[in-house]
């Protein structure tokens, strides 16, 4: 896939700012233009930008300019990604209001926006956040700033003034979602503070996250994981294999929802191994190509990834090793224990070790402890629903995915909507319009 050159309608990009208090200003402004507007006009404007965002040519461009601009993940895969977003994040049919009835009155419990939201997006999902956010955030009546990461900020101001201009063009007021040019840590913390943002939502590693729910405002953060898959003996094996490549090479393996340890009985480690093998993932077995592998991938430290090897291709990352890549190798895997640094760390990378242990219950218990509390993703292949059962109870993520791929959990080839705002710090879990509103209680007083 090359790069199709989109460019912006004008040298001004609609909603793009260099001054955090000038793009606060105009989408404070547009709140209040926004309040005025009808829930069908509202309807109007969100479709907008679905159609906007969904049309094969930007589909292609977003995908391909952010493994650009940012340098990392599958091009191919955020085309779907992209696709998701725009068409499958809820809308304002998310806002059910609620109503009660009797001989003392009315009353109803509603929807109401927060105001102006501050969003932080990230580098790995830039697009498909800034596109799942600007649907829910105005769904539920709200405008939004956005900051987004400066590895990704020409792509990210591009997008908001394609989706502004098919917006304005639907009738909508201006600056709906507005974005600063050049975001830093200054102008980050400028916007956390500034006394007009009623909302914050970050999406993004533990100190961005931690910067917003220590702000003193309503604050949603979607944080990281370290997502486990367990394969017990009962499993279907063929298909456990190939949801977990799928799964573990989506975007490679930047989404936060990605397998990236695997936990399996030792009774089908050999089964499961060449079952993966077979749909396109690669072993390494030799100790010191081992030791190369993790020299190149992992910080000085040991304790987290090499970031200019995050979000790169297997073989890539094989080549760069000095390890001879399988024509069809899209996955890196290795057999090790939970010691293994590759299975304590988020690696965010194609690299996904397999850890075997005696029995089903022995995985649920490493499964519990390697996912570290994130309380976000895991998966479970097994015919048996009383272990599928009790793995879900113990684990506590926000999703949890039995017998397919991680992608399924963000409504990817899964039922339910799709959305890449996962909010497990926070509780939201799975963000959706509601998300970002307020309940209203509303009484008539029937006397």
Not at 58 to 70: G, K, P, S
Not at 287 to 311: H, I
């Amino acid at each position: 896939m090359t790069t199709t050159a989109v460019p912006p309608t004008s040298t001004q990009l609609a909603g793009v700012f260099t001054d955090v208090d000038a793009a606060v200003a105009a989408a404070r402004e547009a709140f209040v233009a926004f309040s005025d507007c009808s829930l069908a006009q509202r309807r109007t404007f969100i479709k907008a930008v679905r159609e906007s965002a969904s049309q094969q040519e930007r589909l292609e461009y977003m995908a391909t300019a952010a493994v650009e601009e940012t340098g990392m993940g599958n091009a191919h895969h955020k085309v779907l990604k992209n696709l998701y977003a725009a068409t499958r994040t809820p809308g304002v049919e998310d806002l059910v209001m609620e109503a009660r009835q009797g001989d003392d009155g009315l009353t109803t419990l509603e929807y109401a926006p927060y105001g102006v939201i501050g969003a932080i997006t990230p580098t790995t999902n830039p697009t498909e956040t800034i596109l799942c956010n600007t649907v829910g955030m105005l769904s539920a009546g709200n405008t939004v700033v956005f900051s987004p990461h400066p590895r990704a900020r020409r792509l990210s101001a591009w997008l908001v003034d394609v989706l502004n201009r098919a917006m304005i063009e639907a009738g909508a007021p201006e600056n709906l979602i507005t974005l600063i040019a050049e975001p830093t840590p200054a102008t980050t913390t400028a916007l956390i503070n500034h006394p007009d943002i009623t909302m914050l939502v970050a999406t993004g590693g533990p100190q961005i996250v931690n910067m917003v729910l220590s702000s003193g405002k309503k604050a949603i953060g979607a944080g990281s994981g370290n997502p486990p898959v367990v394969v017990d003996e009962t499993a279907d094996i063929a298909k456990a294999a190939s949801d977990i490549v799928q799964g573990a090479s989506f975007d490679n393996n930047l989404p936060c929802t990605a397998e990236k340890e695997i936990i399996v009985v030792a009774d089908v480690l050999p089964q499961l191994m060449t079952a993966m093998t077979a749909n396109g993932a690669q072993i390494v077995s030799d100790p010191d190509e081992l030791a190369t592998l993790r020299s190149l991938l992992l910080d000085p430290s040991g304790t987290r990834p090499n970031t200019a090897w995050v979000g790169q291709d297997a073989q890539k990352i094989l080549r760069a090793a000095g390890i001879e890549p399988n024509q069809d190798a899209r996955l890196v895997t290795m057999v090790t224990d939970p010691s293994d640094p590759f299975v304590q760390v988020e690696m965010l990378m194609p690299v996904v070790p397999v850890v075997p242990v005696t029995d089903y219950l022995t995985a649920i218990d490493l499964a519990v402890e390697l996912e570290h509390g994130n309380r976000h993703t895991a998966i479970m292949h097994s015919k048996d629903v009383s272990r599928l059962d009790l793995m879900a109870r113990r684990i506590q993520t926000t999703i949890f995915v039995k017998n397919g791929p991680s992608f399924a959990g963000i409504g990817i080839n899964g039922e339910g909507f799709a959305t890449f705002t996962i909010a497990g710090p926070t509780g939201e879990g799975l963000t959706s319009p509601r998300s970002f509103a307020r309940r209203r209680r509303c009484v008539l007083d029937a006397h």
